[in-house]
């Protein structure tokens, strides 16, 4: 083999050296933390990056850095361009986080400044990087838990890392390489509605018949791991609502058990929230109480006042669900009267809709009345929605 020979075939193997030490340092940190293998922590990250139709990915963490200022040239004072800037931008385009999640890196680096020479006096600024958001993203500082912006509407535009300032007179002509951080990026505003309730309730049955989302549904609780949004839309699609199947919450989720304050934290900013509950009433497993559907509605009430107070005072619509099981009636109708007598001057309910998922018993009621409270239309009201 010639000498030519050799230097491709070893710029080759330095190559494949590079590719394997850029997937290992992408999992070694969650090794740590897991304390997986490799192979299943390639198996673990190849079912977290599966999604299905309507899922989203709602936090994703990336590594942004500050371009390096170019050096000045001293004989002729001549100034190092400054370095770019990382910026986080909204963009209503994007609905999730899922472009990010999918960044063959999850880096955004800005670039560097030019340097100062005989002929350019004064170097170009470095290129700025821009990460586009959907509104509704909160960006914290890994390292130190700050937060560092809160993107609230659309075109918002801020700054996560400056670039360093060119060489000049003043640090003797030397630029500093760009600072670095960490930023989780987290989306707390993805819907319109946010579905509410306890394991196996019918959440995900009810979004699957609202909308063209395809949640996993089961007969056995938490089902629905990851959240899920569908758009419910008029025949002529002028008007359209966002629905947020949140994975189901448990007693203790204000505290955080059960992942709750990754659940709670899309509910946050949804203009209506929309109660499933059985009316069979709910138990998670053997070891706990069985809840009659007051005593679920008034659970996780509790858990969202917990939360974030002043949460339930958004409108709130309550969906009675499995209204086609045996002995349903009596126990809305016990339901109706215990909310009258007991809850309804604490927390305002704006309909109560019986529904059966399974019969669409109620659903073109729910339709038209989740129209209504987004585009504040008109509808006649009929005797099931007053409380």
């Given at each position: 083999?010639?000498?030519?020979?050799?230097c491709?075939r070893s710029l080759e193997?330095?190559?494949?050296v590079?590719?394997?030490?850029?997937?290992?340092?992408t999992?070694?940190?969650?090794?740590?933390?897991t304390?997986?293998s490799?192979?299943?922590?390639?198996?673990m990250?190849k079912?977290q990056?599966?999604?299905k139709k309507?899922e989203?990915?709602?936090s994703v963490?990336?590594?942004?850095r500050?371009?390096a200022?170019?050096?000045?040239?001293?004989?002729?004072?001549?100034?190092?361009?400054d370095?770019?800037?990382?910026w986080?931008?909204?963009v209503?385009?994007?609905?999730?986080?899922?472009?990010i999640h999918h960044?063959?890196?999850?880096?955004?680096v800005a670039?560097?400044?030019?340097n100062a020479?005989t002929?350019?006096?004064r170097?170009?600024?470095g290129?700025?990087?821009?990460?586009?958001?959907p509104?509704g993203?909160v960006?914290?500082?890994?390292?130190?838990?700050k937060?560092?912006?809160?993107v609230?509407r659309?075109?918002a535009r801020?700054l996560l890392?400056?670039?360093?300032k060119?060489?000049c007179?003043?640090n003797?002509?030397?630029?500093?390489r760009?600072?670095?951080r960490?930023?989780k990026l987290v989306?707390?505003?993805?819907?319109?509605v946010g579905?509410v309730?306890?394991?196996?309730a019918g959440?995900s049955?009810?979004l699957?018949v609202?909308?063209?989302?395809?949640?996993t549904?089961?007969?056995?609780?938490?089902?629905?791991l990851?959240?899920?949004?569908?758009?419910?839309?008029t025949?002529d699609?002028?008007?359209?609502?966002?629905?947020?199947?949140?994975?189901?919450?448990?007693?203790?989720?204000?505290?955080?058990?059960g992942?709750?304050?990754v659940?709670?934290?899309?509910i946050e900013?949804?203009?209506?929230?929309?109660f499933?509950?059985?009316v069979q009433?709910?138990?998670?497993n053997?070891?706990?109480p069985?809840?009659?559907?007051?005593?679920?509605?008034?659970y996780?009430c509790?858990e969202?006042?917990l939360?974030?107070?002043?949460?339930?005072?958004?409108?709130?619509?309550v969906?009675?669900?499995?209204m086609?099981t045996?002995?349903?009636?009596p126990?809305?109708e016990q339901?109706?009267g215990?909310?009258?007598?007991k809850?309804?001057?604490l927390?305002k309910?704006?309909?109560i809709v019986?529904?059966s998922?399974?019969t669409?018993?109620?659903?073109?009621?729910?339709?038209?009345?989740l129209f209504?409270?987004?585009?504040?239309?008109?509808r006649?009201?009929t005797e099931?929605d007053?409380?």
């Amino acid at each position: 083999m010639t000498q030519r020979g050799l230097c491709i075939r070893s710029l080759e193997l330095a190559r494949n050296v590079l590719a394997l030490q850029r997937r290992t340092v992408t999992f070694s940190s969650q090794q740590v933390q897991t304390g997986l293998s490799r192979k299943e922590m390639h198996e673990m990250v190849k079912e977290q990056q599966s999604f299905k139709k309507g899922e989203i990915c709602d936090s994703v963490s990336v590594y942004v850095r500050g371009g390096a200022g170019g050096r000045g040239y001293q004989r002729k004072n001549g100034t190092g361009g400054d370095g770019g800037s990382v910026w986080l931008e909204a963009v209503s385009m994007y609905q999730n986080l899922n472009h990010i999640h999918h960044h063959h890196s999850r880096k955004y680096v800005a670039g560097a400044g030019d340097n100062a020479s005989t002929n350019l006096i004064r170097g170009l600024k470095g290129e700025d990087s821009v990460v586009e958001v959907p509104p509704g993203t909160v960006a914290t500082d890994i390292r130190t838990g700050k937060v560092v912006c809160d993107v609230d509407r659309e075109g918002a535009r801020y700054l996560l890392q400056a670039g360093e300032k060119g060489g000049c007179l003043v640090n003797n002509y030397i630029a500093k390489r760009g600072e670095e951080r960490w930023i989780k990026l987290v989306l707390k505003s993805i819907a319109d509605v946010g579905l509410v309730g306890y394991p196996n309730a019918g959440k995900s049955s009810l979004l699957s018949v609202l909308s063209t989302a395809t949640p996993t549904i089961g007969s056995y609780p938490f089902t629905t791991l990851k959240p899920t949004v569908g758009h419910m839309q008029t025949l002529d699609r002028k008007q359209v609502v966002k629905i947020a199947d949140i994975p189901g919450l448990i007693e203790g989720a204000s505290d955080n058990k059960g992942l709750g304050h990754v659940f709670l934290q899309h509910i946050e900013r949804t203009k209506v929230l929309l109660f499933v509950l059985d009316v069979q009433g709910f138990t998670l497993n053997r070891r706990t109480p069985h809840r009659t559907p007051f005593e679920t509605f008034g659970y996780l009430c509790r858990e969202l006042e917990l939360y974030m107070p002043g949460l339930t005072k958004r409108p709130i619509v309550v969906a009675m669900n499995k209204m086609d099981t045996a002995g349903s009636d009596p126990e809305f109708e016990q339901f109706l009267g215990l909310y009258k007598t007991k809850l309804s001057k604490l927390i305002k309910v704006h309909s109560i809709v019986p529904i059966s998922c399974y019969t669409g018993q109620g659903l073109d009621q729910l339709q038209d009345l989740l129209f209504e409270l987004k585009y504040k239309k008109k509808r006649k009201i009929t005797e099931a929605d007053v409380v």
